[in-house]
């Protein structure tokens, strides 16, 4: 059987190259979409070579996850070099946190056009193939913050719970022709964004996971890729959280 083909938006971000690096163990060919690969000079090549050098091979592929038209040119670029699209992983997000008083309209449609119009943006492109060809996987990276919310995150809140609502409606569309679409929802991981928090505020945030630490990229990877799986064609429409019993539903 051909390897599947899977793309990861946010791919050269801490979580998506995690997700990436897990799905080419699993034997995917990878393409990693990102923003940065046209904002950022050296990007994620420094990352692909060192793949590179382990005997695996990735492809970065520049795009703006908010803008439809980039994504467009995103996914043709990544199926005209290494075939229709398979497996799609909706990681790209952002944040822009401020109380609701204090947030303004900029950094409200920066958070729901990276983070929800994203997942539109690109689906979109990779949903008819997969239907057609009766197999897609398509998982949404949500978050903690989308189930229970969290103060200063309205924007964040917003689009990550409205992530899922993409999933259940999208899930019930594709069931029968092979495709699946579930959402995974993680808690406070040891990614350089959460280690820059405050010592202080950092501990307080550990002592609320019942299990005592943050959780590791390659643990939500691991999930992703099993849901990317031939095994996992029974389950469609759900929500994973992954956050240590922070949140517990």
């Avoid at 994504?71 to 909706?90: F, M």
């Avoid at 309205?154 to 990550?160: D, H, V």
């Avoid at 699946?180 to 609320?208: C, F, H, K, W």
């Avoid at 959780?215 to 759900?238: H, M, N």
């Amino acid at each position: 059987m051909p390897k599947r083909v899977a793309l990861v938006t946010g791919g050269i971000g801490e979580l998506g190259r995690s997700i990436c690096e897990r799905l080419i163990r699993q034997g995917c060919r990878v393409a990693a979409l990102d923003v940065a690969l046209i904002t950022n000079g050296d990007g994620g090549r420094g990352w692909q070579a060192a793949l590179a050098k382990d005997g695996h091979d990735i492809m970065l592929v520049p795009g703006d996850v908010t803008d439809f038209d980039s994504c467009t040119q995103a996914v043709a670029d990544t199926e005209s070099r290494i075939g229709p699209v398979d497996i799609l992983v909706n990681c790209a997000g952002i944040t822009r946190d401020a109380s609701l008083r204090k947030l303004d309209k900029n950094e409200w449609d920066a958070v729901l056009s990276t983070n929800l119009d994203s997942v539109f943006n690109v689906t979109k492109q990779v949903i008819d193939g997969m239907t057609q060809r009766g197999f897609g996987r398509i998982v949404n990276i949500s978050s903690l913050n989308g189930v229970k919310g969290q103060f200063g995150q309205t924007n964040y809140s917003a689009a990550k719970a409205g992530m899922h609502g993409f999933t259940m409606a999208l899930a019930q569309e594709v069931a029968r022709k092979g495709v699946t679409v579930n959402t995974v929802s993680p808690g406070y991981m040891n990614t350089r964004m959460v280690e820059a928090v405050p010592q202080e505020i950092l501990d307080r945030i550990v002592e609320e996971i019942p299990v005592g630490r943050l959780g590791d990229t390659g643990e939500i990877a691991a999930l992703v890729a099993f849901l990317c799986s031939d095994e996992a064609a029974f389950i469609t429409g759900a929500n994973y959280s992954i956050n240590g019993g922070h949140h517990m539903h």
